[in-house]
């Protein structure tokens, strides 16, 4: 058919701030050219109906429908499951302003390379235009964006990942402004794969994969490299954090935001299930987001912050009934399931779910462990945030939630304690940029390898990482009541190798530490890293730890936080002249503590 045709059936707000959408539309369905176009409007029958063909293609494959109703599997190509850092690129005009931090390509260059790997690729294939609102509709935090693609699976995605269809048309058409983001699965070949941002075009092209961040773009390319950059123009946050609310006895919540890198449990932090006493009190947990928290300052100086997804795309893999009960509620039915292993009986399974062994590994071969592990594990299932059962009421609050702690953490098997606490803003930005990890399935690449991940940002950073720390210290203006600052490490392990802390619902223990602190009601030792608590400052009661765990998990070495300092401080200097001094003077200012 004539894709001008349906392009233009869109044509009816002569005038309107469509037309700059319109015209875009309709360029790219010229680069394109797809045999027809698709304007998504998120309705329950476009859904049923994509969901009809892709069943029908072998896209989506059903799975059990009495023990999970409305819920399919989807395999991606082998080569094509988790996000692809060395083909990620941000394109600014000048290298400087992408930073070390960044793969970077002259924009012209990068649109020529781009638009040479779009040309043509949609024939035979229809064209979605997927209008999406990041956060609530009538959020004055929430950012809209149009993604075209060509994958129906990344539209049904899409629609359980952002506010998508026709109330985001309108907000767009209301607004006028939008983030373009192409994407095309092309041939899904690793050679023709890239990930480019134009964060000065406020647009995305993407080709090559189906897989996660790099094709639903309205998550790490949109809401975190995008939003990174509009938010240092506009005064705000963008960040790769879980949003968590921790209701007290008395009935008062505190919210914290937290960032982890990617497959270091952020979903099960803010899907925490309270420990049985802390139940018995009265303590609840409620989930705000897993993954992205927007946050600006409000009138009254405070930090508020809104989750901009609406769903969950989350790590499969050691999710079970004791390690994330709510998440498994979650996902007991209307869930779409990406590599994970299914059984006899087509429930979908993955490693640390129960004892069953599976039929079908994550490729569909018959299951063989020495094909390695039966899901992939990087598999994740998508699911609407509004199916979780401690989903917040206020996640959907247009003006956001009051955010008392920020917490950083990663996974670090040595040297660094359960938690501390910042000593002041500045001291928690340093906390934050010196962020260290071992990396994890989430990216193509060697897993288990320590790297520096400031604020967990390394792959979502859309600017120069030296100004994005600049930008996080002006928030310490006149008026500011910024939230604490903390550090948090739940894998420090022991001489046999074995997690020291038992994490999950235990971690309430130590956000409730953090409370205490924020409200002044909590004790904490003054050591040159931060404030530590004792062992006995936490609620440790039925908890069993062995001396070592007590040592190592409330201790603080000297000697190895000489060198951690000492290699912070070279890390800092990757970033040159555009680090902000006020940076390197508290690194230095700790470091010469530190000293014997
Ligand atoms: O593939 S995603 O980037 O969406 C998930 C993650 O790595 O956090
Ligand atoms: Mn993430």
């Known amino acids: 058919m004539n894709a001008a045709v349906d392009v233009f059936k869109r044509n009816d707000f002569p005038g309107s701030s469509l037309d700059a959408l319109n015209a875009w539309v309709a360029e790219v369905a010229a680069l394109t050219q797809p045999d027809d176009i698709h304007w998504c409007d998120g309705s329950d029958a ?14 989506l494959l059903p799975l059990n429908p009495e023990t999970h109703p409305h819920s399919w599997l989807h395999r991606s190509s082998p080569s094509d499951v988790a996000r692809v850092e060395h083909l990620t690129f941000v394109c600014t005009a000048q290298q400087e302003d992408a930073g070390p931090n960044n793969h970077w390509m002259a924009p012209a260059e990068a649109h020529a390379k781009m638009d040479a790997l779009f040309a043509g690729c949609m024939r035979g294939r229809t064209l979605y235009v997927i209008p999406y609102c990041m956060g609530p509709i009538d959020s004055p ?28 048309l309108a907000r767009i058409e209301r607004e006028g402004t939008f983030v373009k983001g192409l994407h095309s699965t092309g041939e899904l070949d690793p050679d023709r794969r890239f990930i480019m941002h134009f964060p000065d075009e406020l647009t995305i092209k993407s080709f090559g994969s189906g897989y996660g961040g790099n094709a639903l773009l309205g998550k790490k390319c949109h809401a975190l490299r995008i939003a990174s950059h509009q938010a240092r123009s506009e005064g705000w946050l963008a960040e790769h954090m879980l949003i968590v609310g921790i209701e007290n006895p008395q009935g008062e919540t505190h919210y914290i935001a937290a960032a982890f890198p990617s497959a270091c449990g952020k979903t099960n932090l803010a899907m925490l299930i309270p420990p049985e006493g802390y139940r018995q009190a009265g303590w609840k947990v409620w989930t705000v987001g897993d993954d992205i928290c927007w946050m600006r300052p409000g009138a009254d100086g405070r930090l508020y912050a809104i989750n901009p997804e609406a769903g969950f795309f989350g790590v ?6 004791s390690s994330n009960p709510n998440a498994l509620a979650t996902i007991s039915h209307h869930t779409i399931f990406t590599n994970v292993a299914v059984t006899d009986e087509q429930e979908p399974w993955w490693e640390g779910l129960d004892s069953r062994t599976p039929s079908l590994d994550w490729q569909g071969r018959p299951y063989d462990a020495a094909n390695g592990p039966a899901a992939h ?3 994740r299932f998508t699911v609407s945030a509004r199916q979780c059962p401690s989903y917040s009421a206020k996640a959907e609050d247009p003006q956001g939630v009051p955010i008392s702690a920020i917490v950083f953490g990663g996974r ?3 040297l660094v304690p359960l938690v501390f606490e910042a000593r002041d803003w500045t001291h928690g930005v340093l906390v934050g940029a010196a962020m260290g990890s071992e990396t994890t399935a989430a990216a193509t690449g060697a897993v288990g390898v320590m790297r520096r991940d400031p604020m967990a940002m390394k792959p979502f950073c859309g600017y120069n990482f030296a100004d994005y720390f600049a930008h996080w210290l002006s928030f310490d203006g006149a008026g500011a009541k910024l939230p604490k600052i903390f550090h948090v490490n739940w894998f420090r392990k022991g001489g046999d190798g074995k997690f020291l802390w038992p994490g999950f619902g235990e971690n309430l223990r130590v956000l409730e530490w953090m409370i205490r602190r924020v409200e002044g009601t909590a004790d904490a030792v003054d050591t040159p890293i931060g404030h530590l608590p004792r062992a006995e400052d936490l609620n440790l009661d039925g908890v069993a730890l062995s001396d070592e765990a007590h040592d190592l998990l409330f201790g603080f070495e000297r000697a190895g936080w000489q060198a951690e300092f000492a290699s912070i401080g070279e890390y800092l200097e990757e970033f040159g002249a555009r680090t902000p001094q006020a940076l390197k003077d508290e690194q230095q200012r700790i470091a010469a503590r530190l000293a014997p």
């Not at 476009?46 to 896209?59: F, H, I, S, V, W």
């Not at 499969?316 to 009934?321: F, H, V, Y």
């Open 46 to 59: 476009e859904n049923a109906r994509l969901t009809k063909q892709m069943l029908a293609d072998g896209t």
């Open 141 to 168: 935090l929430s950012r809209c964006g149009v993604e075209i693609t060509d994958s129906p699976y990344v539209v049904a995605n899409m629609r359980i990942m952002t506010r998508m269809g026709a109330p985001a």
């Open 316 to 321: 499969a893999p050691g999710t079970s009934d």
């Open 377 to 379: 594990p990087n598999s």
């Open 412 to 414: 670090r098997a040595s």
